[in-house]
């Protein structure tokens, strides 16, 4: 074998165990990929951040279930509003209190689960618009999570849990959207001066006649 041949092949050799001795050194694993939430702090939550929004004459149990871990949500195309003056349609949501914000960069942080047959209905919404009452929505249609009832972020999310996080950056009126540590949506904001995070399900164009979503291990965590 020449000897240019023998020098490319300890290159390469040289090349090869110095690459494994990076991941050996880490315990065999491939090298950390950046995480959401990384620059970020989680805020203080207790069980009065979580405000529960549901039909104005249904009493709690019959609409909302928390075990301690996973929180569970429904409600039906033909109950009341959360309020009697309201005209909005059918919602079991929890609205988070105490962390309204107007500037900064904020996120949510969830792990959601969808039954089959759930349809027409936002499971999480970023509330406060200058068009409009939100300025994001997430909405689930025939089994595929969509940006309001337009762009596909997420096709068969039906029976499995998924890992949510939703940055908004209020002064460059951004909200990116990851999927399971992946981003899925980068879209602009609509406006407003004052945003806060809601979850569960909330009737939509075409809804079904019964709408659920499960939650566990929500944060609300802040870029510094």
């Given at each position: 074998?020449?000897?240019?041949?023998l020098?490319?092949?300890?290159?390469?050799l040289?090349?090869?165990?110095?690459?494994w001795?990076?991941i050996a050194?880490r315990?065999?694993?491939?090298?950390?990929?950046a995480d959401?939430t990384?620059?970020?702090?989680?805020?203080?939550?207790?069980?009065s951040?979580?405000?529960?929004?549901?039909?104005?004459d249904?009493?709690i149990g019959?609409?909302?279930s928390?075990d301690?871990t996973?929180?569970?949500l429904?409600?039906l195309?033909?109950?009341?509003?959360?309020?009697r003056?309201?005209?909005?349609?059918?919602?079991?949501?929890i609205?988070m209190?105490?962390?309204?914000?107007?500037?900064?960069?904020w996120q949510?942080?969830?792990?959601?689960y969808v039954?089959?047959?759930?349809?027409?209905?936002?499971?999480?919404?970023?509330?406060?618009?200058?068009d409009g009452a939100?300025?994001?929505?997430?909405r689930?249609?025939?089994?595929?999570?969509?940006?309001?009832?337009?762009?596909l972020?997420?096709?068969?999310?039906?029976?499995?849990?998924?890992?949510?996080?939703?940055?908004?950056d209020?002064?460059?009126?951004t909200?990116?959207?990851?999927?399971?540590g992946?981003?899925?949506l980068?879209?602009?904001?609509?406006?407003?001066?004052?945003?806060?995070?809601?979850?569960?399900?909330?009737?939509?164009?075409?809804?079904?006649?019964?709408m659920?979503?499960?939650?566990?291990?929500v944060?609300?965590?802040k870029k510094?």
């Amino acid at each position: 074998m020449a000897p240019r041949a023998l020098s490319w092949i300890s290159v390469s050799l040289l090349v090869f165990l110095a690459s494994w001795s990076c991941i050996a050194a880490r315990g065999g694993r491939a090298p950390r990929t950046a995480d959401p939430t990384d620059g970020f702090t989680a805020v203080r939550l207790g069980e009065s951040n979580f405000a529960l929004q549901r039909p104005f004459d249904e009493a709690i149990g019959s609409r909302y279930s928390f075990d301690g871990t996973v929180r569970r949500l429904w409600v039906l195309s033909s109950d009341k509003p959360h309020v009697r003056q309201s005209r909005t349609k059918p919602r079991t949501e929890i609205r988070m209190t105490g962390y309204d914000y107007s500037s900064g960069v904020w996120q949510f942080e969830g792990y959601g689960y969808v039954p089959s047959g759930t349809t027409g209905v936002c499971i999480m919404q970023v509330f406060g618009a200058s068009d409009g009452a939100s300025t994001f929505m997430l909405r689930v249609y025939d089994g595929a999570l969509r940006y309001y009832a337009r762009q596909l972020v997420e096709d068969n999310i039906y029976n499995r849990w998924f890992r949510l996080n939703v940055v908004h950056d209020v002064k460059a009126s951004t909200l990116t959207v990851y999927i399971d540590g992946e981003q899925k949506l980068r879209v602009h904001g609509r406006g407003g001066h004052s945003y806060f995070f809601k979850f569960g399900v909330y009737a939509q164009n075409h809804d079904s006649s019964r709408m659920e979503s499960r939650w566990k291990h929500v944060r609300i965590l802040k870029k510094h």
